[in-house]
């Protein structure tokens, strides 16, 4: 069965800290995985994407690695800021057909000062 | 700028009353999607759309209808039949093409719905 499972479901730390969130995929045939973050209230934007062959892609703050082989991702923020207080999503693409996105339930961050 | 633009933001209706959502994009995309977010629950698919006068149920398509006329446009009606349908909808769509694996969801801001 396709799933995107993650973890914590919540967090809070503080701010100037660092923190992983994980995601877990059993996920086939895997085309992508991509983490998105969501403001409360607002929609998802992607911060983002893991294609089979890369290991660690950073944006600013942001780090992303993944390992196909044990199905797993993480998502690394390094000097939290308050700003990053949001939900934070992991998305995993199949490569079937066009309704072909698996959305894990998301972790909560809490950034406090 | 270029987007995806929901209305209203917040929404409320009696139970039993059908309700439109609105949802229009600008950034000349072919795919189109709606979801619900419920606490705790990963985004679920109610329908998407592919390209203009045509669209396909999602995972919970039960008591929702959509139209899409216009390439710009794929508004959500929430029905009488939906037995629970306060939740938070989105809207996104997607660009590179009707199957693109790679290219990321734009999504508004969502619409927040309450029936009493």
């Known amino acids: 069965k396709n799933q995107v499972e993650q973890s914590p479901q919540s967090l809070i730390i503080l701010e100037g800290k660092n923190c992983t969130l994980q995601?877990?995929?059993?996920?086939?045939?895997?085309?992508?995985l991509r983490w998105y973050k969501q403001d409360t209230g607002r929609g998802p934007v992607s911060l983002t994407i893991?294609?089979?062959?890369?290991n660690t892609k950073s944006n600013g703050r942001y780090t992303a690695t993944l390992d196909a082989d044990t199905k797993q991702s993480s998502l690394h923020i390094t000097a939290s800021q308050l700003s990053d207080s949001a939900s934070y999503i992991c998305?995993?693409?199949?490569?079937?057909?066009?309704?072909?996105?698996?959305f894990g339930t998301g972790t909560r961050l809490t950034v406090i000062p | 700028d270029g987007g995806i633009t929901q209305s209203p933001k917040y929404l409320f209706r009696k139970e039993g009353q059908n309700v439109t959502l609105s949802c229009e994009q600008n950034?000349?995309?072919?795919?189109m999607y709606w979801y619900r977010q419920d606490p705790g629950q990963g985004l679920r698919l109610i329908y998407y759309?592919?390209?203009?006068?045509?669209?396909q149920k999602g995972d919970i398509a039960e008591g929702y209808s959509v139209s899409r006329e216009k390439k710009e446009s794929f508004p959500l009606t929430v029905t009488s039949a939906q037995k629970n349908p306060t939740a938070f909808y989105l809207c996104?769509?997607?660009?590179?093409?009707?199957?693109?694996?790679?290219?990321?969801?734009?999504f508004g801001n969502g619409t927040r719905l309450t029936v009493t």
């Open positions: 996104a769509s997607k660009g590179g093409g009707p199957i693109s694996y790679n290219s990321p969801l734009h």
């Open positions: 995601c877990n995929y059993t996920v086939s045939p895997f085309s992508n």
């Open positions: 893991m294609t089979f062959s890369e």
């Open positions: 998305v995993v693409s199949v490569q079937t057909g066009a309704n072909n996105l698996f």
């Open positions: 950034l000349n995309h072919d795919a």
């Open positions: 759309s592919q390209i203009v006068n045509d669209f």
